[in-house]
Each structure stands twice: as structure tokens, then as C-alpha cells.
């Protein structure tokens, strides 16, 4: 009979990538018929026992077709489908060889079956649970490695429920991070992604009073982010949070000790998606406050809080749903102040710097309260153009004190007033060219009739008693004419109420007269008119307001 014998001639060598594919082992040997080396092709088939004789197959490759023989010698690529702990396991494996020579024989299997050598078990500490001096993970520690690839250093991968990789430090006077990244490129540091429902980064620290993350840049001139987080799914950027109840400090802190601003909130828009979101919402749900803006320095001069809008909405809208303030302005500082504790200032037309309201018909609350400890006045209402009034009121006023109680309570008759402003005026003709600025309305080219004119808004029934046109001739050699008149629409012709005329050369004043007349919208309508005799003397005449004072006769 023939006699088949295999010589190693190699041990077997493994190599192994950080992926679910099993490890792949070459097998190197010569094969012999009745000591004669062969040549041609051959089959073989692999099997792992876990005994030399005898017991039970844990693993087997193959089988492996037409494997070329020259002068006996053959390498197999043993690619073993089997976990590693399945392969080695920490008992000692046995390799059968079965071959089939010539190619398409039957398989004849070499004996005696050859033990693993220690050259692919010790790829086993890559996958270990507990091999001897590993740290727990087969990787003997410490250990540092330099990489000159274009590829990661170290890969790990887990496609199943357990973390991917673990840094962990379990020393409470341990003040090293657990893990360290560190880049002298452009790219970042530290990279984290993840595909499942899971953080991506999660930094835990126990009772060693560390952080759970700290993210730095040390460069002097680098103008990039320390941490940068973008969310190009539907959740939020990033989110803070502090559970433990007894915990006083917020759940984010941020701080700057340069001129930026410590935190920059920022919501974009595109033509595609338009974000009707607030850019900063603040929202608690415990008894504390919501937001909070402070300034510690007693030295700056610049705003705590400054918000501001270009568009429709309101630059602040304040609202409660419980039976706290909307808003609440207090200032602490029991030094001198000369500041108000809350200003409004309004820059725009056709608006007040501010409007108090309530809108519940069952309130039986002021919309606006003014109360004062100290011995100023509890309101005080000033207007600093001449054509304005210092307040207006459309209902009825309540105001409880001694004097000041007296100067507002309602005399009658009630005494109102209709203001126009320099906007109010337009030209009597087409011809007539008029500019705005400086707080008036002036005739620039005064071709044609030179006169300007506005209609105030009187109520029916009213009694006119005063009227008043600031105006300013102060480069004027004539007088400027006003005249409140009123014209019937039956067309019995223009009546004139009451004519005011400035000094000429006089500055800005406001010539005032006064009448009694009984307005009647029903039948005409009424306008105030100015002009200039001879002319209009361009430039140097300016009509900056109107003010018409009337008298209401109702019982209050």
C-alpha cells in the first residue's frame, strides 16, 4: 500500500483584522508518497479536534480543490469560520490534515493530528476575556505604539449591544483623564459617531471630583471652536442637564474672559426652511427662574440684557400663565441712583415708547399702577416736541393722593387735544415741492400757490378753544399766517375758526389764539392752513406742529 506523509515545514501563521471576519491561518507543508515527494494538484480538507485522539470536531476549512504540489511542497490558507474563543478557547487544539491524491480521490487522513503551536494561539489576546497580565483585555499594559499608515491605528467595532471601546479610570485620586486626543493637523482630536440611538460621546465621572469632559484650546492664535456640536438630524444640538435634585449649580455654565460675548445663539433660515422657532427658549419647570442676566461689575456701563428686533414682532414679549409678574424691573443699588429702574424709548413714528394694557373685560385692575416710597411723584408724563402733549387720556383717570390726585381728576368740561405733527402737512398744490427735515415741513420751491395745509381729527360736537402752531422763522423777514378753517360741503364757502401769525424773525416759538367754536363734521370738514405774505420764503420758514385744543361737555 501507499504510504502519504505530511512535513511541516512552517508553523501555522495568523493574521487578524478588527472586523467580524474570522482569522485566516497558512498552513505550510510537504507531502510524500512512500517518501517520495509528489507533484501536481491535490485535495485537502482541515479539521480541529480538541484531543489527538479521539473527542469532538470544534472547527473545520475546506475542502481545498486543486492545491499545486511542487517537489512535495503546498501552502493551504486555512480561512477557519469560528469565533476565537471557539478556535482556541484556552485548551489545546488538534489539526487533522485529510488529503486527496491524486486530485478527485478519496481523502485519506494523516496521522498522528498536530498540536496548535503557540504562533497563532498568541493572537488569541486580541480577543481574550481574561488572559494572564492583559489588564482584562488580553493587551499587556502599557503599551504604546507609533502608526506611519494612512489608517487608524487602532479600529474597534462592536455589532452588538456592549460599548465599542471602554476608558475607564476607577482611581478617586486619579486626576488624569481617562482618555487623552491629541492632533497637530487641522482635523479634530477626538471623532465620534454613532448610527444608533445611543450618545455618541458620554463622559461619566464618579466622586473623584473630576469633569466628565473638558474640551481646550491651548493655541494662542487658533480662532477655531473648542467643542463644536452640530446636529443635522431632528433632535436637538445639544442638551444639559443636572439630575440630582439637591444640585444649586445650573445645568450650563459659560464663561469668557476675552471682549466676545460668552455665548452666541444664532437661528438660521434658508429659502427652502424657514425658522419660525425662538433662537434662545428658556424654559423651568421647578420654582426657580427661567433665565437669569447679570452684570458684577459695578464698573461697566453696558446693558445686562439687550434685545433687539428688525422685523414686525416684538424685541421682548413677557408673558405668565400663573399669578407671577409678566415682568419685573428692580434696581438694588441703594446708592444715588439718577437712572429710572425700567426706560422705553422709541425711536420709530407713529408709535408710543410704550402701550399698557389689559385686555380681560373682569379686570377690575389699572393697566398701569405707578407707586412711589420716596418723595418724588409717582408718575410724571413730559413731551419734549412742542407739537405733543405730555398725556392723553381716552378714558376716564383715577388717581389717589391730595394734590397730584387733584391735577389729574377730570374738570369739566374735559379738555383734549389734536395734534399734527410736520408730516401732517401737505402742498395746496401740485406745484409746491416740500421737503421734511429737521423736525418741520418747509416749502422748497414755492411755484404756485404757496401754502401748506393739514386736517386734524376733531370729534363731532366739540367746542375749539385754542389753537397753537409752533413754527420757526428764525431766518424769516415776514410773518407766517395759520389758519383753522372750516369748510361746508353744501359748498356755502370756507369759514375761518381762528388765525394765529408768528413775530417774523422771532426763532422758533408757537403762536397761540384763541375761540370758541362748535365743531360740525356732519355738514364740513376742517383744516389748519399756513402760508406766507408775500410769498414763501423757501428754506428759511418751517411749520414744525399744530396743536388744536377742545373741550368734551360730558357729565364724569
Not at 375 to 386: D, K, L, W
Request: charge should be negative; proline fraction near 7%.
Amino acid at each position: 500500500m501507499a504510504r502519504v506523509s505530511v512535513l511541516v515545514c512552517a508553523s501555522a501563521v495568523m493574521t487578524l483584522r478588527a472586523s467580524a471576519v474570522p482569522p485566516t491561518i497558512t498552513y505550510q507543508g510537504q507531502l510524500k508518497l512512500d517518501g517520495v515527494p509528489v507533484n501536481g494538484a491535490a485535495d485537502f480538507r482541515v479539521r480541529l479536534w480538541i484531543a489527538p485522539v479521539g473527542g469532538e470536531i470544534v472547527a473545520e476549512a475546506g475542502p481545498l480543490n486543486g492545491i499545486e504540489i511542487a517537489n512535495g511542497l503546498f501552502t493551504l490558507p486555512l480561512l477557519i469560520d469560528a469565533e476565537p474563543s471557539v478556535l482556541y478557547g484556552g485548551a489545546p487544539r488538534y489539526l487533522e490534515i485529510q488529503v486527496a491524491y491524486p486530485q478527485g480521490t478519496d481523502f485519506i487522513p494523516l496521522t498522528p493530528r498536530q498540536q496548535i503551536t503557540p504562533a497563532p494561539v498568541a493572537l488569541y489576546a486580541l480577543y481574550a476575556l481574561d488572559a494572564p497580565g492583559g489588564g482584562g483585555g488580553g493587551l499587556t499594559l502599557p503599551f504604546a505604539g507609533t502608526n506611519t499608515t494612512n489608517q487608524a491605528g487602532i479600529a474597534v467595532t462592536n455589532s452588538g449591544l456592549a460599548p465599542a471601546g471602554a476608558f475607564v479610570t476607577d482611581n478617586p485620586s486619579n486626576t488624569q483623564p481617562a482618555i487623552f486626543a491629541n492632533t497637530a493637523g487641522s482635523g479634530p482630536a477626538l471623532m465620534a459617531t454613532t448610527g444608533g440611538s445611543g450618545p455618541a460621546v458620554w463622559g461619566l465621572t464618579g466622586d473623584g471630583g473630576g469633569l466628565a469632559g473638558l474640551f481646550r484650546v491651548q493655541g494662542t492664535s487658533a480662532t477655531q471652536d473648542a467643542l463644536g456640536v452640530e446636529n443635522s438630524a431632528m433632535g436637538s444640538a445639544g442638551h444639559f442637564k443636572t439630575t440630582k435634585r439637591e444640585n444649586t449649580n445650573p445645568a450650563l455654565v459659560v464663561e469668557t474672559f476675552s471682549d466676545g460675548p460668552a455665548a452666541t445663539f444664532t437661528t438660521h433660515s434658508d429659502p427652502n426652511n424657514v425658522n419660525l422657532g425662538p433662537t434662545v427658549h428658556a424654559e423651568n419647570n421647578s420654582f426657580g427662574m427661567a433665565g437669569q442676566f447679570a452684570i458684577q461689575n459695578s464698573d461697566s456701563t453696558n446693558d445686562a440684557l439687550r434685545a433687539g428686533t428688525n422685523g414686525g414682532g416684538n424685541a421682548i414679549h413677557a408673558y405668565t400663565n400663573g399669578s407671577g409678574r409678566a415682568g419685573f424691573v428692580e434696581v438694588e443699588n441703594f446708592g444715588v441712583r439718577t437712572v429710572p429702574a425700567f426706560e422705553v424709548v422709541s425711536n420709530g413714528r407713529g408709535a408710543g415708547a410704550g402701550v399698557f394694557r389689559a385686555t380681560n373685560g373682569l379686570n377690575g385692575a389699572p393697566a398701569l399702577e405707578a407707586i412711589t416710597l420716596g418723595s418724588g411723584p409717582a408718575a410724571r408724563f413730559t413731551h419734549m416736541n412742542p407739537g405733543g402733549q405730555a398725556a392723553d387720556f381716552n378714558g376716564d383717570v383715577s388717581v389717589t393722593g391730595t394734590a397730584v390726585a387733584d391735577a389729574f381728576a377730570y374738570i369739566q368740561p374735559r379738555v383734549h387735544h389734536a395734534s399734527l405733527s410736520p408730516f401732517d402737512f401737505k402742498a395746496a398744490s401740485t406745484r409746491i415741492v416740500v421737503n421734511y427735515f429737521q423736525g418741520a415741513s418747509i416749502i422748497d420751491d414755492p411755484i404756485g400757490i404757496p401754502f401748506l395745509w393739514a386736517a386734524p381729527s376733531i370729534p363731532d360736537g366739540v367746542t375749539i378753544t385754542r389753537l397753537t402752531v409752533h413754527v420757526d422763522d428764525s431766518s424769516a423777514s415776514i410773518n407766517l399766517e395759520a389758519n383753522l378753517i372750516y369748510y361746508a360741503f353744501d359748498g356755502a364757502g370756507l369759514e375761518t375758526v381762528c388765525t394765529v401769525h408768528s413775530s417774523g424773525n422771532g426763532g422758533s416759538q408757537s403762536p397761540t389764539t384763541t375761540t370758541s367754536h362748535v365743531v360740525d363734521t356732519r355738514s364740513g370738514w376742517y383744516a389748519v392752513v399756513g402760508g406766507a405774505s408775500p410769498a414763501w420764503p423757501s428754506l428759511d420758514m418751517k411749520i414744525k406742529g399744530a396743536v388744536i385744543e377742545y373741550e368734551v361737555h360730558t357729565v364724569h
